[in-house]
């Protein structure tokens, strides 16, 4: 008899399950594939960071390097060799989660995991027998995968999501991806730098619609430069497939039909929670909108099961599943863990990067919040000058009373890792003068925050 399962190997379940074994609970972890991580390690995270990076190496040898005056002839990209080393990458993180299990003592099961009752999980292996299982708790953390939409059937050979963009084996010459969001601006900035023409089409008026809405736009100027064009206020109808090439038919913002060709259609307009042959309906949850509802202390209706990560609700992020798995372990051990679902930074990793955390300035209009704004942007600021990267800005909202900090919003050179003093910012609900007195290393980026806050707080940027 277990303390605890974890159903489910991602960022949520793997980190919960560590957190529990250290607070002593006999744990384990079930995973339907053989190797652990979820999506983030083996289709998500590392694997596009690694593509991401590799050919923002290329990208400025290519178009860079002159400007440092560094010359370079003969570059060229060797596709497999790219993938390979991503592979090896989300290998070595993959076996990291496997010593890491071994080391807290948690036993793993390899299997897909489903309810007999709130205290028997069933395990089928590949191998086509069952194991199981006796269990007191269970934390439900079996993640996602990538939707679709009417009229768009994906066929992961033309019609694929990013678990295919992510291993194709050669670059392709046109790409057609429908959503402007997170994925497919990341995986099309990693083929527009090895040369695919890439055409976004986006259902809303903005690409990053859940963003700041200056973010969207800086971002979009920018990609553009770099090639990629933007089909936005369009509506997806169809995509078929005729031999190697993909036509998707969409309804522009006129209600005009255009058509839109490619090698490979990359869907990417969300995921959807997994919960298929769980096993649920044994136990008597029932989801909502596919989410398993869970209430403030992430317990389901049955008391003692759990849930975390992009199977509930709130942000589909790495980040956002462990807090809540570690948030889990610790209230099943009778702590009081706190979680401040405010202060989650959102970063996406094309170049320039982009994060947030807070309120949007959008959001805080609709709440009619009376709020200051003060924005720097990265052309001011020498280091980014030196550095020949003078996209991008950072924007502060604060509170227009009290000066508390109340969203940041970056777009920029290095703004992934930026972002963590806004996020310290928010937690400690710092305000905007306080930033902007802190001494901030000269030169780097981030003096553009100490100057946004400068900016916010009594407009008055020093260099500006
Ligand atoms: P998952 O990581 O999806 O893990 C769930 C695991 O449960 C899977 O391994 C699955 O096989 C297993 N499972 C499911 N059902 C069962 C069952 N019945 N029995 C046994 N095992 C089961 N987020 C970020 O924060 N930063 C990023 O840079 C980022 N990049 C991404 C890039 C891509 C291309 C994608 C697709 C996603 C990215 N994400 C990123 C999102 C991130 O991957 C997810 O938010 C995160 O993985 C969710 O973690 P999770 O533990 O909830 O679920
Ligand atoms: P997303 O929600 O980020 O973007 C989907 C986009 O598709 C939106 O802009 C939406 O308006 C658009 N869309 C929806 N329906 C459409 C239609 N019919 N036609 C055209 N456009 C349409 O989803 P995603 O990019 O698929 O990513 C899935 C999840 O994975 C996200 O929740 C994201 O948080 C996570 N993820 C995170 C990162 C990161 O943190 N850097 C990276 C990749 C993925």
């Known amino acids: ?215 969207g736009k800086e971002l979009q100027r920018v990609l553009k430069k770099g090639g990629m064009e933007f089909y936005l206020s369009h509506t997806v109808k169809n995509a078929t497939v005729q031999g190697e090439k993909v036509t998707v038919i969409a309804d522009n913002k006129k209600g005009e039909e255009v058509s839109f060709s490619g090698d490979y259609c990359l869907v990417a307009v969300g995921r959807r929670p997994y919960t298929d042959k769980l096993g649920l309906e044994n136990i008597g949850i029932q989801t909502e909108k596919g989410q398993i509802p869970v209430n403030d202390h992430l317990e389901t209706s049955v008391p003692g099961i759990y849930a975390i990560g992009d199977v509930i609700r709130g942000a589909m992020l790495a980040h956002k599943a462990e807090e809540e798995g570690v948030y889990v372990a610790e209230y099943m051990a009778g702590q009081r863990p706190h979680i401040n679902y405010l202060a989650i930074p959102g970063v996406v990793y094309t170049w320039p990067e982009v994060a947030s955390v807070g309120h949007t300035e959008e959001e805080l209009k609709d709440k009619g919040l009376a709020y200051k704004s003060g924005s720097f942007p990265f052309k001011a600021l020498g280091r980014a000058r030196a550095a020949n990267e003078t996209d991008g800005f950072i924007k502060v909202l604060a509170d227009k009373e009290t000066d508390e900090i109340l969203g940041v919003h970056m777009i920029g050179a290095r703004i992934a890792d930026l972002i963590a003093e806004a996020v310290v910012a928010l937690e400690y609900r710092a305000s905007a003068e306080d930033i902007a007195r802190i001494s901030h290393a000269h030169p780097t980026f981030t003096e553009a925050m100490k100057e946004a806050c400068l900016a916010a707080t009594e407009k008055r940027p020093i260099h500006l």
């Not at 993959?94 to 948690?106: E, H, P, R, S």
Request: proline residues 3%; neutral net charge; aromatic residues 4%.
């Open 1 to 215: 008899m277990y303390d605890v399962t974890i159903i489910g190997s991602g960022p949520g379940g793997y980190v919960a399950a560590i957190r529990c074994a250290q607070l002593g609970m006999k744990t384990a972890i079930i995973e339907r594939y053989s190797t652990l991580g979820g999506t983030c390690l083996n289709v998500g995270c590392i694997p596009s960071k690694a593509l991401l990076d590799s050919t923002e190496h290329y990208h400025l040898a290519k178009h860079s390097f002159d400007v440092h005056g560094i010359e370079v002839s003969g570059l060229k990209v060797d596709l497999a060799r790219m993938m390979q080393r991503k592979n090896e990458v989300v290998q070595q993180t993959c076996d990291g989660v496997q010593y890491l299990m071994k080391k807290n003592k948690i036993d793993v099961y390899h299997g897909h995991g489903s309810f007999v009752n709130a205290h028997a999980i069933e395990i089928a292996k590949t191998d086509g027998t069952k194991d199981s299982l006796e269990t007191d708790k269970t934390i439900i953390a079996t993640g996602s995968k990538p939707s679709s939409i009417p009229g768009v059937e994906i066929d992961k050979q033309r019609i694929i999501t990013s678990t295919e963009a992510l291993t194709l084996e050669k670059i392709p010459e046109e790409m057609v991806i429908i959503g402007g969001g997170v994925i497919g601006l990341e995986l099309g900035q990693v083929y527009a730098r090895l040369g695919t023409k890439v055409r976004v089409i986006e259902y809303l008026n903005s690409i990053l619609p859940t963003m700041d809405r200056a973010l």
